[in-house]
């Protein structure tokens, strides 16, 4: 009995994470003819960080603006492919002081979701379960380590939809997961 609960006190640590960083995300209710909108918040839904902007457009053409300086900080624009998919993206890394350019693009799957995220000389699996609130990224070396997550909220499919991200690695800026969460929704919309 003694092994059991070391054992499972063990795994539990192994598995759990905790967040760097957290967000409450929250999507604008009425967006017209364009593309999801949506603010990004603090963890108490207080001070907004982030916002993600639409431009009026057939497919997904997106800006995400950090506040409060208001830099265009992200950009993403769906390209044309049949069945499937697929963008590219520009996000402006802090740390080289650069755009950096890259691509998302939708695997085919009858029931759950997975896409592959290529930036920066990486690969990143953006992955989640049928019928599942939570959408993970991994990084393709190492894919039992979960880099970032977002949760819908349940409440999301009777009023505004609303996320909370955590980002559990600092090794890429958050742009990148916050436009890979409005890809995420929007297909989440059209697919269902």
């Given at each position: 009995?003694m092994?059991?609960?070391?054992?499972l006190?063990?795994f539990?640590?192994?598995?759990?994470?905790?967040?760097e960083?957290?967000?409450?995300?929250?999507?604008d209710?009425?967006?017209?003819?364009?593309?999801g909108?949506?603010?990004i918040y603090?963890?108490?839904g207080?001070?907004?960080?982030y916002r993600i902007?639409?431009?009026?457009?057939?497919?997904q053409n997106i800006?995400?603006?950090?506040y409060?300086?208001?830099?265009?900080?992200?950009?993403?624009?769906?390209?044309?492919?049949?069945?499937?998919y697929?963008?590219?993206f520009?996000?402006?890394?802090?740390?080289?002081?650069?755009?950096?350019?890259?691509t998302?693009?939708?695997?085919?799957?009858?029931?759950?979701?997975?896409?592959?995220i290529e930036?920066?000389n990486?690969?990143?699996?953006?992955?989640?379960?049928?019928?599942?609130?939570?959408t993970?990224?991994?990084?393709?070396?190492?894919?039992?380590k979960?880099?970032?997550?977002?949760?819908?909220?349940?409440?999301?499919y009777l009023?505004?939809?609303?996320?909370?991200?955590?980002?559990?690695?600092?090794?890429l800026?958050?742009?990148?997961?916050?436009?890979?969460?409005a890809?995420r929704?929007?297909?989440?919309?059209?697919?269902?």
């Amino acid at each position: 009995m003694m092994r059991l609960l070391q054992f499972l006190f063990i795994f539990h640590f192994a598995v759990c994470q905790t967040a760097e960083k957290k967000y409450y995300i929250r999507k604008d209710l009425i967006s017209g003819m364009k593309a999801g909108e949506y603010s990004i918040y603090d963890p108490k839904g207080q001070t907004i960080q982030y916002r993600i902007e639409s431009h009026l457009s057939f497919r997904q053409n997106i800006d995400l603006i950090s506040y409060p300086s208001k830099k265009l900080v992200g950009k993403l624009k769906q390209q044309y492919a049949t069945m499937i998919y697929k963008a590219r993206f520009a996000v402006f890394d802090d740390s080289t002081e650069q755009w950096a350019n890259g691509t998302i693009f939708q695997h085919f799957k009858l029931v759950d979701m997975k896409f592959t995220i290529e930036w920066s000389n990486r690969r990143i699996s953006m992955a989640s379960d049928a019928f599942s609130f939570v959408t993970r990224f991994y990084d393709e070396k190492e894919p039992s380590k979960v880099l970032a997550q977002f949760t819908k909220r349940i409440t999301s499919y009777l009023f505004v939809s609303k996320f909370d991200m955590e980002i559990f690695e600092n090794d890429l800026p958050d742009a990148l997961y916050l436009l890979c969460l409005a890809v995420r929704d929007l297909l989440s919309r059209t697919q269902t």
